[in-house]
């Protein structure tokens, strides 16, 4: 066991997906370190995800913007006497955010120049020509746990990868994402299924991300929303943020179905995790609502391209024949699997994934999880 801390900040990474995804790491911390406080600090947005969860005594939210931002947060953690911080994030300013609250123990991985601000310098993952190593995020955040806990570190060769669609992990075979459900969130959730007259099964398509060129083309998403209601009678929703409002309204006029545009519901990130937790399925492109979903347990088609989905390998629920509840799809699934997606973005472009592929993973999880034909 490493330096026991009394008050522990946490720094929660920025993306929706990354902090879902530390959230095995930091269940391993507590769970060792039983009767510490710890705290959390993260942008707008993020406590809604884990506010009411029993990872945090308390949630501070900062603003990531601005010129004093960092001075900000650093003044709103100063008076909690943190005596130790661990930094789920690679960026100088958290570094610094931390320093300038005098919290004594920083630990964190040595990169971005930040290594003068830390007193842990934890060694990053890199191969020997210096590259970063392929290393799963689940995996990046367990080795920062371990390093806190005084524990052996992550073997980083076990992340040798099979093929061009999946990375072994490190992460123990019982190790789970996790998200709270406040009734908040679950009174949410049912006020926006309530205004939108879901009754029955339903389905989620999540056809955003923050890069264009990560999103499967709208009429794609149309054409299987249409299917999925006809298919199999779901009321389908579509997901995305209120800066994604304009490309739902699109698949929504390009549909046959009317589909549910949940954004226009008042949706918010506290009640999409009961409303994934309730979906019969979602098929997503690569961002945060496919970690909420894994975390909630719904089957998942998550569409890769162009960018590399062994970073984001992800522990997930098993379907009644054993076999995970997530089915991965890229856009080049001959890619070599030495070769990174990530270095061939016209070869692994998001449109090469074809129409036929998604139905066929859709009925592959309906059937072996729902017993759907």
């Not at 609250?101 to 210096?130: E, H, Q, W």
């Not at 054409?223 to 739902?248: C, H, K, M, Q």
């Not at 949706?267 to 999409?272: I, P």
């Not at 979903?293 to 989905?309: E, K, Q, S, W």
């Amino acid at each position: 066991m490493g330096d026991r801390p009394l008050r522990l900040l946490i720094v929660l990474p920025s993306w929706v997906g990354d902090v879902v995804m530390a959230t095995a790491a930091i269940r391993r911390i507590r769970d060792a370190m039983p009767g510490i406080f710890i705290g959390a600090l993260c942008r707008p947005g993020i406590d809604q995800l884990v506010q009411g969860s029993d990872l945090f005594d308390e949630v501070h939210v900062f603003v990531p913007h601005g010129m004093m931002a960092t001075k900000k947060a650093a003044a709103k953690v100063r008076p909690r006497r943190y005596d130790t911080a661990l930094l789920l994030t690679n960026s100088f300013s958290t570094a610094l955010t931390t320093r300038l609250a005098f919290i004594p123990r920083r630990i964190g991985y040595d990169r971005d120049g930040r290594g003068v601000l830390l007193t842990d310098k934890v060694k990053p993952p890199k191969n020997s020509d210096g590259s970063w190593k392929m290393v799963p995020a689940v995996d990046y955040y367990w080795n920062l746990a371990a390093h806190l806990l005084g524990e052996a570190g992550v073997d980083w060769s076990v992340h040798t990868p099979v093929d061009c669609v999946s990375m072994p992990l490190a992460l123990p075979g019982d190790a789970r994402m996790e998200l709270p459900i406040s009734e908040a969130d679950r009174a949410k959730c049912d006020e926006i299924l309530s205004k939108a007259g879901v009754e029955g099964a339903y389905a989620i398509l999540n056809p955003g991300g923050n890069n264009e060129a990560k999103r499967w083309p709208a009429d794609r998403f149309a054409t299987l929303a249409d299917w999925l209601r006809a298919e199999y009678g779901f009321t389908v929703l579509i997901n995305g943020s209120p800066a994604e409002s304009d490309l739902i309204d699109e698949i929504c006029g390009l549909c046959a179905s009317e589909p549910v545009s949940l954004p226009a519901m008042g949706n918010t990130l506290g009640a999409l995790k009961p409303i994934c937790a309730g979906a019969a399925l979602m098929v997503t492109n690569d961002t945060g609502p496919r970690h909420i979903a894994a975390a909630m347990g719904t089957p998942l088609v998550t569409l890769f391209g162009p960018t590399d989905p062994r970073w984001t390998t992800i522990p997930v629920q098993k379907l009644a024949d054993g076999r995970d509840s997530e089915v991965v799809l890229v856009a080049d699934p001959l890619l070599p699997a030495s070769e990174s997606a990530n270095d061939h973005p016209e070869r692994c472009a998001i449109e090469m994934i074809e129409q036929s592929r998604v139905h066929d993973a859709v009925r592959f999880l309906l059937n072996t999880n729902l017993g759907l034909n």
